[in-house]
């Protein structure tokens, strides 16, 4: 089946963080790891979620920061420190009253294959290891922290109708 006939389907987003959100490289700083995120990422974020789809991050880092982050984004759903992703994947689903196959789900690293492979629909960044590669059925074709999150999300909302941003009528000339 082809993956475009699975976003008709997709009710909720669950993305890794580093090497997903991030190009996965981390800035060790007094104690905390310091994490560039793409800020057109983070619009589609906040967009989905104004148009009602959950959405779960899980990742095994630790920092606050990340929490803070995506909850000025509006997501409330943010597993970290996860050792056992595929635990927090379940129990997210069951938080939503979702079933498996609703989700479509990011990672780009050994750790995300479980909760990938058991998604509605396994996605990855364009740089992720050989073996998320192997079991997803979308690749983007943007890396990790250059707006692969964006792609996932603007593609299903598109295709769901729900993409419908303000246009102005007023540009203003330069």
């Known amino acids: 089946m082809n993956y475009k006939t699975k976003l008709h389907n997709i009710k909720a987003f669950v993305f890794d963080v580093d090497g997903v959100f991030t190009d996965g490289m981390v800035l060790a700083s007094g104690g905390d790891f310091l994490r560039m995120h793409n800020a057109k990422d983070g619009y589609a974020v906040r967009y989905a979620v104004t148009q009602g789809y959950p959405i779960g991050i899980i990742t095994g880092g630790a920092s606050e920061s990340i929490r803070e982050r995506f909850n000025m984004l509006g997501v409330t ?8 992703k595929i635990k927090d994947f379940e129990d997210f689903c069951r938080k939503h009253r ?3 196959h609703e989700v479509l789900c990011m990672g780009d690293d050994i ?9 509605g629909l396994p996605t990855c960044p364009a ?8 079991i997803c059925e ?9 707006t ?4 996932v999300i603007e593609q299903t909302l598109k295709l769901q109708g729900k993409w419908n941003l303000p246009c102005s009528t007023n540009q203003a000339s330069s």
């Open 77 to 84: 759903d943010v597993y970290l420190s996860s050792r056992n």
């Open 111 to 119: 750790p995300d294959v479980e909760i990938l492979a058991q998604s």
């Open 127 to 134: 740089d992720a290891v050989p073996e998320v590669k192997a």
């Open 148 to 151: 692969c999150v964006r792609d």
């Open 138 to 146: 979308y690749i983007s074709d943007k890396s990790g922290g250059m």
């Open 98 to 100: 979702l079933q498996p």
